[in-house]
């Protein structure tokens, strides 16, 4: 079975809202789209306060080329052009609609059939797929019309679709591959088409028994040049450069892009969307969202509005628990806290994790017992206590030299240390400090 | 729900911690301890249980008055120094001298370098070797002939019916000892103390913990599983030495012993699996550990055949302890090089 070969650690799975099919969250009174949904330059408004909106109605424009348009969730009218504070906390430019009805843009193909003949030429996709502002779903939100439009010097091979969903708790793509594996498979025939390849991975762990049979089976119906990967389940999986890894056995280099080994990724639900904007001419407004935590009182998983508030899908799935002590967006491992609960959803949000006080506190950290655990679960091939001990005393031409930029931040450092020491924390503060450094020089 | 925790992530820990580790480590300690009591009864016991007591103890008192800092005993560190002392010194030893032995270990070779992971040098390893050179007489062979029995290995049966029952001189140093009085290999190792068997399951020459390969298998099988230790160290070891041994018997097997018996007859399984794998003590890296392992088993090897000690692993352990800032600056291997610039 495949798997990366460096590093990894094994947290345990907790999948517990894995069978909870994706319903349809009602929609809240009112929304707050936040203009900053995706990697890169916020989008500017192009709607001003009064305007009616429908579902689907463009109303921010993308800003420059790391950028993605934004489109409304519900019919309304804009209340408000503000900043409004995002789940961190940190102010961000949304556009406030208050509801009214349901009325979807004409436009869109609202019927539930299936369309499988792309009637797109490579161009047309990459346009519709960036108007319809499609940001990667796996965490980044990079805008997928990017990924798409490699610089010429690199010559893509295949696209790779990461099903692996390795974080514990996430249940939304798994979901979306049980429930829309036929037009995750059309997206991935999509996206090949777009890029001019003849083959697609789609890597799904082998904890997804259920996801890999179904899939395998839809694909050897309709799909010859998508293959169904069955990967080893090692967190992190689903990182960029560990599945190309995993999938094709080839490194990206460091500094270098992920298509520089030939292949192109896109999450499951990145695959999903772009399926609906080419073949449905949805734009991406809409989410799979997964409320779960050992101690939440429900394990479900929903679409989302973009811009729902958290507190609102908290309140649907009775209320915030009592023992719950950090409130996660995303995974455990990757994942956001919470600080701010009255945020709204974002194209990216895959889920509301509600972890115990148990689960998250941090213990008290004791000295380095020099395990070499951190050492062998880097998958960059780092030495985290190292980093940990140069960044503490500032040393930043010993951290280039030891590629502190090279870190993904995946948490397996922190995560296995004996010592409980918060050896990601720091790394992540020098890694940007060093990366300062290193932009701020002259090219040569 | 009134207030939330907010940090970054991983907001999950793994179940391992420094407690947890140390522990595993005593566990696998047990059989190893327990087979050693089952032999030299009382006296194995006394020997365990003053070693851990007077490691603890110091490193409590240590960290009370001299540094002033929180007690660190809970981590269980000294315990697991306190068995390995134990393990490495002749089941007769008297208790001044294990108190000794406590002492330089947690007071000198750990304590003074500010505790638990900042030590350069394995803390009962050194108190073993101080100990060796300041009380030859006590930490071999010689006092602890068994009256009746000519031989350091009487039968075990005799053994165990005698509470009284001490260990002194490995097999191998025996064989070394004899060899430099004349006596040539072939008729040595007719001697059924000298049996393969005999070695796996229980010899009764050496220090406590010497006593049976079979319990220290096990022990180092089950720190396996447990995931606390990788094998790196303890196979380069164990293959150099064999490897090595076996080019010197193949040479000249009436001068040398044969590979087996220098994996079982001396302090070799015990050094390789709990000593050599010490975690402070070792390096970060898999290339480093696979260049400490060989090292040590080379060291091993020049000084059982070459040196005058018959058992070579204490000294060859420490000696690469000191290489392992040098090994450390080995990088692990990186996922993939910087990008060609186009």
Not at chain 1, 204 to 232: C, D, G, Q, T, Y
Not at chain 2, 103 to 118: D, E, R, S, Y
Not at chain 2, 241 to 257: D, S
């Amino acid at each position: 079975m495949r798997t990366f070969k460096l590093g990894g650690v094994h947290p345990a799975d907790k999948k517990i809202s894995k069978d909870a099919k994706i319903e349809k969250l009602p929609i809240p009174e009112v929304v707050y789209i936040s203009m900053g949904q995706h990697l890169g330059a916020p989008a500017e408004p192009c709607v001003a306060v009064g305007d009616k909106v429908k579902v689907g109605t463009l109303i921010a424009n993308a800003a420059g080329f790391v950028s993605a348009p934004v489109h409304s969730s519900v019919s309304g009218t804009v209340k408000q052009i503000t900043a409004i504070k995002d789940l961190a906390g940190k102010p961000s430019k949304t556009v406030v609609i208050e509801v009214e009805g349901d009325e979807w843009e004409e436009s869109i193909d609202r019927s539930s059939d299936i369309v499988r003949e792309i009637k797109l030429g490579q161009k047309e996709i990459v346009e519709r797929i960036k108007c319809c502002g499609v940001v990667g779903l796996g965490g980044a939100t990079f805008p997928t019309n990017i990924k798409l439009s490699p610089p010429p010097t690199a010559k893509p091979t295949c696209v790779i679709i990461n099903g692996a969903e390795c974080e514990p708790y996430l249940t939304s793509d798994y979901r979306v591959m049980m429930e829309y594996g036929e037009q995750v498979l059309i997206g991935g025939e999509i996206l090949m088409k777009a890029l001019g390849v003849d083959k697609c991975y789609v890597g799904i762990e082998e904890n997804k028994p259920e996801a890999i049979s179904h899939l395998k089976e839809l694909a050897s119906k309709n799909h010859p040049r998508i293959e169904i990967v069955k990967l080893k389940k090692k967190y992190p999986q689903g990182g960029e450069k560990q599945l190309i890894d995993a999938v094709i056995k080839k490194r990206v280099p460091s500094g270098g892009l992920p298509v520089d080994t030939g292949a192109v990724v896109q999450n499951v639900g990145t695959a999903f969307a772009v399926y609906e904007a080419v073949q449905k001419n949805k734009p991406l407004f809409e989410g799979v969202l997964t409320v779960t935590g050992d101690c939440s009182n429900a394990q479900r998983n929903f679409f989302h509005r973009v811009g729902t508030p958290l507190s609102f899908i908290a309140k649907y799935c009775g209320g915030i628990p009592a023992e719950a002590a950090k409130i996660v967006s995303g995974g455990p491992m990757m994942g956001k806290a919470v600080v701010n609960m009255e945020a709204p959803t974002l194209k990216g949000s895959s889920s509301i994790l509600y972890l115990t006080k148990k689960q998250t506190l941090r213990h008290q950290e004791s000295n380095c017992i020099r395990c070499s655990k951190c050492v062998s679960a880097c998958p960059m091939g780092l030495e985290p206590y190292l980093l940990n001990k140069l960044g503490r005393v500032g040393m930043m031409d010993e951290l280039e030299a030891h590629y502190v930029y090279d870190c993904i931040e995946c948490g397996c450092c922190q995560f296995t240390c004996p010592a409980y020491i918060p050896l990601l924390d720091t790394i992540r503060q020098s890694k940007a400090a060093v990366m300062k450094i290193m932009r701020a020089r002259p090219k040569k | 729900m009134s207030q939330l925790i907010v940090s970054p992530s991983p907001h999950v820990h793994s179940k391992e911690n420094t407690t947890r580790l140390m522990r595993d480590v005593i566990i696998a300690l047990i059989p190893a301890v327990l087979v050693s009591i089952y032999f030299f009864g009382l006296n194995a016991l006394h020997l365990v249980a003053v070693s851990v007591i007077a490691c603890v103890a110091v490193e409590y008192l240590i960290q009370k008055f001299l540094l002033k800092g929180k007690s660190t005993i809970g981590d269980l560190s000294a315990i697991v120094t306190g068995v390995l002392l134990a393990l490495n010194l002749p089941v007769s030893s008297p208790w001044w001298l294990i108190l000794i032995g406590a002492v330089v270990a947690i007071g000198i070779a750990k304590m003074t370098f500010g505790g638990l992971g900042q030590n350069f040098f394995n803390p009962a390893l050194v108190a073993r070797v101080v100990l060796l050179v300041s009380f030859p007489v006590l930490m071999t062979s010689s006092a602890f002939q068994a009256p009746e029995s000519g031989y350091l290995f009487g039968n075990a049966p005799e053994v165990i019916s005698s509470l009284d029952a001490t260990s002194g001189a490995t097999p191998l140093a025996f064989v070394k000892e004899q060899l430099a009085k004349g006596e040539t290999l072939s008729s040595l190792m007719q001697n059924p103390n000298l049996s393969y068997g005999q070695l796996l399951f229980a010899r009764l020459g050496g220090s406590a913990g010497e006593v049976s390969a079979i319990a220290l298998i096990l022990g180092f099988i089950y720190l396996l599983i447990r995931r606390v230790i990788k094998p790196h160290i303890s196979l380069s070891i164990l293959i150099t030495v064999a490897l090595f041994t076996g080019i010197l018997w193949g040479i000249n097997p009436e001068k040398y012993t044969d590979p087996l018996f220098n994996l079982l007859g001396g302090g070799l399984l015990l050094g390789a699996f709990f000593m050599a794998t010490d975690y402070v003590t070792s390096p970060m890296t898999t290339k480093g550990q696979i260049i400490f392992g060989v090292g040590i088993g080379v060291i091993t090897v020049v000084i059982r055949y070459f040196g005058a000690y018959p058992e070579g692993v204490s000294f060859a352990i420490l000696i690469m302890n000191a290489t392992v800032p040098l090994l450390n600056k080995l990088k692990p291997n990186r996922f993939a090089k910087e990008a060609q610039k186009a």
